[in-house]
């Protein structure tokens, strides 16, 4: 494989750099097919998106997929997360089935919530997924409360909550690290900052140059990573969640990482120019790994190549489930809905 433009690719004389030797093959298969899961099944969305066979909008993730499963791939099974409007990539690094996914995005009964939840609400239980929001910064507070939860359940749980840049400017998001870090709770803030907070570039919305700097006014760990590197997404991770896990409270981690889609399906990118995005695009986390683990011996081009067809087989059948799937009851409109 050729090397990517502007990445740090690794050369194949240079020593295996420690966080991708931290890594054993097994967690690089896992890693690597899920980040093929995610790219595969926002394409596949958009797509259908694009025929008119789902309806509303979405926001894609397309390009954050380094964030998303590397932030995750340390989690226990019955750990937490709390998601956004762009949050199909937390969903399916948390190990959710894609059919049932596709199933809610069709608005089908068999999906997550029942068809109810769509594209910006799919929640995972079971899988500890407790949902994705719509409102900015509207994940956080709602960290605060799981994390309250497990301390007085005396419980080793975990709860990692994602939010974007343009949230860190909300007084959820201070009221939020301010909570936890007093009653030092088991949460990781996971701000993935992709450079815009809708149209706004966050050099213009924020005085200082990371957000994972403001933690030091919360008295609690702030780390900043390339969002794009899995190794290092990954190295960041996991002393976060060990600390959490221990007792020791939250950390800020803030992973830089850029939106190859625009904000929504109804964004139309006049606020940043293609050679900015292809600049990103030359930065791809997925064939940046790829290209180190070749160069590094760890993975045959043919390895990678069946992970990655595998996950495309995955989408495929998951897309012709959810096509198949029951439509709700419309006698059942009201099931599942509450209201004060």
């Not at 830089?256 to 990103?280: A, C």
């Not at 070749?294 to 990678?304: Q, W």
Request: with cysteine; glycine share 10%; aromatic share 6%.
């Amino acid at each position: 494989m050729a090397s990517l433009p502007g990445s740090r690719t690794a050369d194949a004389q240079a020593p295996e750099r420690a966080e991708l030797a931290a890594l054993g093959d097994d967690a690089l298969r896992v890693a690597l097919s899920r980040m093929h899961l995610i790219r595969k099944f926002e394409e596949t969305a958009e797509a259908s998106y694009m025929r008119g066979l789902i309806h509303g909008t979405m926001h894609l993730s397309i390009g954050q997929e380094a964030s998303a499963v590397g932030t995750t791939l340390k989690l226990e099974r019955d750990d937490y997360i709390l998601s956004t409007h762009r949050g199909h990539g937390h969903c399916i690094a948390k190990g959710a089935d894609p059919a049932r996914m596709f199933a809610e995005f069709f608005g089908k009964e068999n999906g997550y919530c029942r068809g109810r939840g769509g594209s910006m609400h799919i929640a995972d239980v079971e899988g500890g997924n407790l949902g994705a929001n719509g409102i900015v910064a509207g994940g956080l507070p709602i960290a605060v409360g799981v994390g309250m939860s497990i301390k007085a359940q005396k419980q080793h749980r975990v709860c990692m909550v994602f939010f974007g840049d343009g949230a860190t400017n909300e007084g959820a998001f201070h009221e939020s690290l301010n909570m936890a870090s007093i009653w030092r709770l088991p949460i990781v803030f996971v701000c993935e900052n992709n450079k815009y907070g809708m149209s706004m570039d966050i050099a213009r919305a924020m005085a200082v140059p990371n957000v994972a700097d403001r933690a030091s006014s919360y008295a609690i760990p702030g780390i900043a990573v390339d969002g794009n590197d899995l190794p290092a997404v990954v190295a960041a991770a996991e002393p976060a969640i060990d600390l959490a896990r221990r007792g020791g409270g939250p950390t800020l981690l803030e992973c830089k990482t850029y939106r190859l889609r625009g904000h929504s399906k109804s964004d139309r990118n006049l606020y940043r120019t293609k050679e900015e995005i292809e600049t990103w695009r030359d930065k791809d986390a997925i064939r940046r790994l790829e290209h180190e683990l070749v160069a590094h011996n760890r993975f045959a081009e043919t390895e990678l190549r069946a992970i990655e067809e595998a996950a495309h087989k995955t989408i495929e059948q998951a897309l012709e489930f959810a096509k198949a799937s029951p439509d709700p009851d419309p006698a059942q409109l009201t099931r599942d809905v509450y209201a004060d």
